[in-house]
C-alpha cells in the first residue's frame, strides 16, 4: 500500500535510495558487529532495542551522541566494529526480495537514480559492486570520514554539489533521518516500513509518502516521466 501524507506530485525524475534497510537488508551483520565491538572496548549492551539502534546512522556519531563517547573513544570503538565488520560482517547481508529489479525497472523508464547512504563509500560501492547493481545508479554517495561527512544533511548537500541540479527528487528510505536530510535539502521524501524505522518515527519525521513494500515502490516511481 502507498499513503500519500501530502499532497506531492510523485512523478520524480531523480530518486535517491538509502541503502542498509532500503536496498540491503544488512541489519544482521550490523549487529554482529555490534556486539563484537561491544566485547572489544568491555561494555556490555544486552538492550535489543539500543543495538538496533545504531542501525543506519553512524556508528561513531551515534557512541557520542548517545553513549557520551569522546571523539577519540568512538574512533577506538569503530575500529572494533569495523574489524569485524569488514571481514565477516559485510558478507551477513542480502538484499530486499524484488529490489534490484524494481529499481533497474525505475531507470529504464529514464529516470535517475542515485545511492545516498552513512555507509562508509568503499563499503557501500562493495557491496553493490558483490550484487551487481553498480551500473544502476547514476551515482553513489557514500559517508567520508576523511572529509568529515558523517551526517545525512552533509552528505546529500554534498551530493547536489557534485551532480548540479536534480529537479523532481525523491529521498527514499526507512528511518527518520533520511526524512529529515532530505527536506533539508529541499527534496520529498518517502519512508519505506519493510526496514528498520516505523511507521510513527516516519511520520513524526514528516515525510511526504509511506509504502509498505518493495512492489509498492516500483507502482510509486516506476512510470515514465511526463
Given at each position: 500500500m502507498i499513503q500519500n501524507l501530502t499532497d506531492r506530485n510523485t512523478d520524480y525524475k531523480n530518486i535517491f535510495f538509502d541503502l542498509d534497510g532500503t536496498v540491503v537488508d544488512s541489519g544482521q551483520g550490523c549487529?554482529?558487529?555490534l556486539k563484537y565491538m561491544f566485547q572489544k572496548i568491555g561494555l556490555t549492551e544486552n538492550d535489543e532495542a539500543k543495538i538496533k539502534a545504531f542501525l543506519g546512522p553512524s556508528v561513531k556519531v551515534h557512541l557520542m551522541e548517545n553513549y557520551s563517547f569522546e571523539d577519540n573513544q568512538a574512533d577506538q570503538a569503530y575500529d572494533f566494529y569495523k574489524e569485524y565488520y569488514l571481514s565477516q560482517g559485510i558478507y551477513e547481508?542480502?538484499?530486499?526480495?524484488?529490489?534490484?529489479?524494481?529499481i533497474e525497472a525505475?531507470?529504464?523508464?529514464?529516470?535517475?537514480?542515485y545511492i545516498a547512504t552513512l555507509k562508509p563509500q568503499v563499503q557501500a560501492e562493495s557491496i553493490l559492486e558483490r550484487y551487481?547493481?553498480?551500473?544502476?545508479?547514476?551515482?553513489?554517495?557514500?559517508?567520508r570520514h576523511d572529509l568529515g561527512i558523517y551526517d545525512k544533511n552533509t552528505l546529500l548537500t554534498r551530493a547536489i554539489s557534485?551532480?548540479?541540479?536534480?529537479?523532481?527528487?525523491?529521498?527514499v528510505g526507512d528511518r527518520y533521518y533520511d526524512i529529515i536530510s532530505g527536506k533539508h535539502v529541499g527534496f520529498d521524501t518517502a519512508g519505506v516500513l519493510?526496514?528498520?524505522g516505523s511507521r510513527r518515527e516516519l511520520i513524526e519525521a514528516g515525510c511526504d509518502h509511506l509504502v509498505d513494500s518493495v512492489s509498492d515502490l516500483y507502482d510509486m516511481l516506476?512510470?515514465?516521466s511526463t
Open positions: 549487529i554482529n558487529g547481508n542480502c538484499l530486499y526480495d524484488g529490489i534490484k529489479q524494481t525505475i531507470k529504464n523508464t529514464g529516470k535517475k537514480v551487481g547493481m553498480t551500473s544502476l545508479f547514476s551515482g553513489i554517495f557514500g559517508a557534485k551532480i548540479g541540479d536534480v529537479p523532481d527528487a525523491v529521498m519493510y526496514g528498520y516506476g512510470r515514465k
